[in-house]
């Protein structure tokens, strides 16, 4: 249950539960805890700090880290001061992350003591480098955070956001070009809060442990971060996800509620130790941010023995979208659905011209609703292009039963041509991915002279099998059209993937397609 009186806009989340009680924990990382009392008291010395180093409403601040405590207060304090922070994917090269911190211009950039030298690179051409800050850790070259905060008081500033304010701005995984800042607003966040309760997958109950593995430079770490302290829960932060120590975890810190994308449920599953779990306190877990395979999810629900709860979304949209609840998991020809839309979230899908398409009618999925971002930043035409009136144009194929489930066949992007056909890789995946000797699969196009694009299947074998390419072929034309099964098969050690656990298709792709015409992003 949200407080939604207490709790206006994310900023507030730290002092309501303060009030209500302080003493609980809010946050665990490694051995360290910290209760909402001291939450509240970090985040307006964070404020004040922020406001007496000059930063003004609007402005930006940046963080550059794996996952840890500070991230907490440094948002929520940056949220008080009614700055808006942009945290950066601590995976990316230097060039990247300068292209970032000269895209949002932050006036303090916070880093953990993992990233010193790589902020330094990133920074050193920038016309306008921002304040660095070590978050954690020393380096000469950067300020110590308790010297920045020196005394300033723990007593909140005296003035409040507004709905209006910039709160997260968060920069897309960039595998289709240049990263975009995606501008989330407390009023985006405020419809966040409104709904979580009302969807399954978001209702905490107070003191339940919430494990964060999801890295905090994306949407999903945000949103369960503040769903879960909005709520009154305790929250586990996990620095790096390592599979046999996310169940080690689930078993020692009694987890109620995680969510993971499918590439870290897939590994978990892998574990010797993960069918002798005691999953006895876990509710839920929730997934999402890339496809899943039906095998994967079937094997899932039986190990853990708890609710799954499915999330279609984007960051332009909040992360919100559409859920598949986990009484609809259980429904026939659902499971491969990602589910409804939110309450008071519309969701069509709509053809090429942007025209509303009937049932059972594939085309483009698109999300209205006041969880649609308030823009890119600094790019007006590629907002302009992505909002259309009111309409967020996902770049994800599919279409909705007669029932208002939406199904996903895969991002427009990454369709196969082959022989006029239309193939959708996830589908292809999921087809695979029972086959034994199967660790995991990417499927792609390549350039066939005949076909125009011709099916193959990147696969990564479980350990100590050697799959036949023929019968994995074999396997996928029994589950799916002949014309959609892989004409070849290739075995690789691992698939690359960004943060959320994305396929890089472009970077499987690209060797294939050197040299010729068909765009590879």
Not at 415 to 436: D, H, K, L, Q, T
């Amino acid at each position: 249950m949200i407080d939604l009186e207490a709790i206006r806009t994310l900023a507030d989340i730290p002092a309501a539960q303060a009030r209500r009680r302080g003493g609980a924990v809010a946050v665990k990382f490694g051995a360290r805890e910290t209760s909402f009392a001291e939450l509240d008291a970090r985040s307006n010395r964070v404020a004040h700090a922020l406001l007496a180093s000059g930063v003004a409403p609007g402005d930006r601040i940046s963080v550059l880290t794996k996952n840890h405590d500070g991230w907490y207060p440094l948002f929520f304090g940056t949220a008080r001061a009614r700055a808006c922070l942009a945290p950066v994917n601590c995976r990316l090269a230097a060039g990247e992350i300068a292209f970032i911190l000269g895209d949002a211009a932050p006036k303090l950039l916070f880093v953990g003591e993992d990233f010193f030298d790589l902020a330094l690179a990133a920074v050193a051409d920038l016309d306008s480098p921002p304040r660095l800050i070590a978050l954690y850790g020393g380096h000469s070259a950067f300020e110590s955070l308790d010297a920045w905060l020196g005394d300033a008081p723990a007593t909140p500033p005296a003035d409040v956001p507004w709905l209006g304010d910039d709160v997260l701005q968060l920069y897309t995984s960039g595998t289709t070009g240049r990263p975009k800042g995606v501008v989330l607003a407390n009023k985006n966040y405020r419809r966040f809060l409104e709904m979580a309760t009302e969807v399954d997958g978001f209702a905490y109950g107070e003191d339940e442990t919430v494990m964060i593995v999801m890295p905090l430079f994306h949407v999903a770490g945000t949103n369960v971060s503040f769903s879960g302290l909005a709520q009154g829960g305790r929250l586990v932060l996990v620095k790096d996800f390592a599979a046999p120590d996310a169940i080690r975890m689930m078993n020692e810190e009694r987890v109620a509620h995680a969510f993971l994308a499918p590439a870290m449920i897939q590994m978990m599953l892998q574990q010797p130790e993960a069918a002798g779990g005691d999953y006895s306190q876990l509710r839920s877990i929730a997934y999402g941010a890339s496809p899943i395979a039906e095998d994967v999810l079937r094997r899932a629900r039986t190990t853990f023995g708890c609710d799954f709860v499915q999330f279609y979304g984007m960051t332009e949209s909040s992360g919100g979208g559409s859920y598949l609840s986990p009484a609809a998991h259980d429904l026939p020809g659902k499971l491969t659905s990602c589910g409804q839309p939110w309450p008071g979230t519309e969701m069509a899908i709509l053809d090429g011209e942007g025209r509303a398409m009937g049932d059972g009618e594939i085309g483009e999925i698109a999300i209205r609703g006041d969880i649609v971002m308030k823009q890119y930043w600094n790019r007006p035409e590629a907002t302009g292009e992505t909002v259309v009136d009111g309409w967020l144009h996902t770049g994800d194929v599919g279409y909705r039963d007669a029932d208002g489930f939406y199904f996903v066949h895969d991002r427009i992007k990454d369709m196969i041509v082959s022989g006029g056909e239309n193939v959708y890789p996830a589908e292809v995946e999921s087809a695979i991915m029972g086959c034994p000797g199967v660790a995991d699969v990417a499927v792609i196009g390549i350039p066939d002279e005949r076909w125009g694009e011709a099916v193959k299947a990147l696969i990564v074998p479980a350990a100590g099998a050697t799959p036949d390419p023929g019968e994995v072929i074999a396997w996928a034309r029994e589950r799916i059209a002949a014309y959609k099964a892989p004409k070849s098969v290739d075995f690789i050690d691992a698939l690359p993937r960004n943060p959320s656990g994305k396929v890089l298709r472009r970077e499987l792709r690209a060797p294939y397609w050197e040299g010729r015409d068909r765009a590879v992003g």
